[in-house]
């Protein structure tokens, strides 16, 4: 297989997973939180190269390690999203990694598990005003009465201490929540998960490329031990696949050069718009010059778009449009990308929702 053929769709003569709609198992009631049923396949990047079943989490325990108080990768990542204050039932509902990157259809269920072993608990609904935005604690002062100005802590203390509990559980407030100790120590021995859930460059668990760089690689590399090193081993598993990776190029591209001029000068134009859009992130991340990062990008995709995948580079421009509140953009874009990268389309639509409720906030807002 050539190098280009991994970013071609399947071959139709080829052999094809054939995808099927996932057993649904989400309570009546809890379906409001998630996509519609139809969205949850058991493939993922369909009629790409990358085309994989997905690892139900029952499965995924056969080969993860388990902490040492027995829990999994998925689970100590349910954690972090707790600790956040805004499970069960986020605003934005669910999304959809917690079926396709870690084989949780049913995340509610998974909540009750952790809450059973006495992982997480849920807080008082003073305590859950946490995870409410601006404008919903305004709303609840409002039907008091009560000030409206000030920062989001202010209005979090105001909340707290005058409105009384049975209202706000009255108001249909739904208590969210919160680690227990055991919960925090578990999550804090584990700060692998969360870190390896988020960073930039992590790879998929195809190693047709040499070394991989993900929670599951990293989860075996740490093994059953302590992981209190855990930042150490990630660096140096970095360290090695960057090195390794580059190694690999060089020789690649001196041999592409010889026997295929043409395919040469793509893969270099590659290499460089990475290189490119690399040095524009740091750049942004050290003068803070928003508008000028959005023009790059915005550059970007008005010369062709990105010549290599990655879903993080990919919804850049949306995320940083999103920071500018400029949600007809960022509509414009995820809209057209969602057609054009269908094997994005799952995060397309989860931005898509999100635009829909942060316009119809901007316009509510707007009215007062």
């Known amino acids: 297989m050539g190098i280009f053929d991994l970013f071609k ?25 998630y996509q519609p049923d139809a969205y949850y396949t058991d493939v993922v990047a369909e009629g790409t190269a990358f085309e994989r079943k997905v690892i139900t989490f029952e499965d995924r325990k056969k080969t993860a390690i388990p902490s040492q108080r027995g829990l999994y990768p998925a689970e100590i990542l349910l954690l972090e999203y707790c600790s956040k204050g805004t499970y069960p039932g986020p605003k934005n509902g669910y999304p959809g990694f917690w079926w396709f990157a870690y084989g949780i259809r049913d995340v509610g269920a998974a909540l009750r598990t952790l809450e059973e072993r006495g992982y997480i608990v849920f807080a008082s609904a003073k305590d859950s005003v946490k995870g409410f935005t ?36 009255a108001t249909g407030i739904q208590p969210k929540y919160v680690l227990t100790e055991i919960g925090q120590q578990e999550l804090s021995e584990n700060a692998y998960v969360p870190y390896m859930h988020s960073v930039h460059n992590k790879t998929t668990e195809d190693d047709r490329f040499g070394i991989t760089f993900n929670v599951w690689s990293i989860n075996k590399l740490l093994g059953t031990g302590d992981k209190s090193n855990w930042k150490t081993a990630v660096e140096e598993q970095e360290r090695k696949m960057n090195k390794e990776t580059a190694d690999r190029n060089d020789a690649f591209m001196k041999d592409l050069k010889k026997i295929d001029p043409e395919s040469y000068k793509a893969l270099k134009t590659q290499d460089q718009q990475l290189a490119a859009v690399q040095k524009a992130r740091d750049k942004y991340s050290e003068d803070k010059d928003l508008d000028s990062y959005i023009a790059f990008w915005e550059m970007v995709w008005a010369n062709g778009g990105l010549k290599f995948e990655g879903a993080g580079w990919h919804f850049e421009l949306p995320d940083l449009y999103i920071k500018a509140k400029r949600y007809d953009d960022t509509l414009d874009f995820v809209i057209k990308l ?20 942060l316009k119809e906030k901007q316009a509510t807002k707007n009215k007062k």
């Open 9 to 33: 769709k399947k071959d139709k003569t080829a052999p094809i997973i054939q995808t099927k709609p996932v057993k649904e198992t989400v309570p009546e009631e809890e379906k409001k939180f």
């Open 134 to 169: 601006v404008q919903q604690l305004k709303d609840l002062l409002a039907t008091k009465g009560c000030s409206t100005t000030g920062k989001k802590a202010d209005l979090v203390v105001r909340v707290a201490e005058l409105i009384p509990e049975d209202e706000l559980l």
């Open 338 to 357: 969602k057609k054009t990268k269908p094997t994005y389309a799952y995060k397309s639509d989860a931005y898509i929702k999100k635009i829909g409720e």
